[in-house]
């Protein structure tokens, strides 16, 4: 039982343009949302986060938003560099694993074309 | 530092042997986490430690896993006898209290 979903496992996107990634999730107890950035043959990487009692943050050319009606959650890149080509993984906590414990997405492999 | 350190970063290995995945956490982290990445299924959170005991284990899928950590600067994972299906790439993670995970490089399980 997938509980946190990224429905898209690619996604090539102009340099220059937007990036909007995507992640969709079940359990209505998560409060707080990451997002990990990886490259080939490297652990993940923390990039930016989020908590429920927010619906946007915002760190330089990303941006999270959070839409908590509808489970959804979004990372934009603005603009997006060839450096952004990775793997992006969407993860969510909540209170009942002591925001200690992460659940994954399957993440969605970004490429930026120059 | 130099973040969390994970040996061997490959391991191939044939069915029925054992193996041991190793895992040196940030000094001054008090949790630490193993995850398992697959194509399928992402990446699973399999066991995770908080000052060095085992909290939750529930994403051990076989009792043929096994993690340890016997201090603050180790940890182990050891799958015995290992099988095909356990081929993927295994993560540690630590964390303090106040941060985010920190991941290694991982460990590339390639059982033939």
């Known amino acids: 039982d997938q509980q946190v979903k990224q429905n898209s496992p690619s996604l090539s996107v102009q340099e220059g343009r937007i990036s909007i990634l995507n992640c969709d999730y079940t359990n209505s107890m998560f409060d707080y949302f990451l997002w990990y950035k990886k490259y080939p043959a490297e652990g993940p990487t923390f990039l930016i986060s989020i908590s429920s009692i927010k619906d946007k943050n915002e760190d330089g050319r990303f941006t999270v938003f959070l839409n908590k009606s509808a489970k959804h959650l979004s990372l934009h890149i603005v603009p997006s560099q060839p450096g952004d080509s990775a793997v992006y993984f969407c993860a969510a906590t909540s209170p009942n694993f002591g925001n200690e414990k992460l659940t994954f997405g399957t993440g969605t492999r970004l490429t930026i074309i120059p | 530092d130099a973040g969390v350190i994970q040996s061997p970063r490959h391991e191939v290995t044939e069915m029925g042997q054992e193996v041991t995945l190793r895992c040196k956490p940030i000094s001054g982290h008090d949790y630490l986490f193993w995850y398992r990445q697959t194509m399928m299924r992402g990446l699973e959170l399999l066991i995770y430690f908080n000052n060095n005991v085992p909290i939750d284990d529930s994403g051990m899928p076989e009792d043929r896993f096994s993690a340890k950590m016997p201090n603050a600067s180790f940890s182990t994972l050891k799958i015995q006898p290992s099988e095909p299906r356990d081929s993927a790439v295994y993560f540690c993670?630590?964390?303090?209290?106040?941060?985010?995970?920190?991941f290694g490089q991982g460990t590339r399980l390639t059982v033939v």
């Open positions: 993670a630590s964390r303090a209290r106040d941060t985010e995970a920190f």
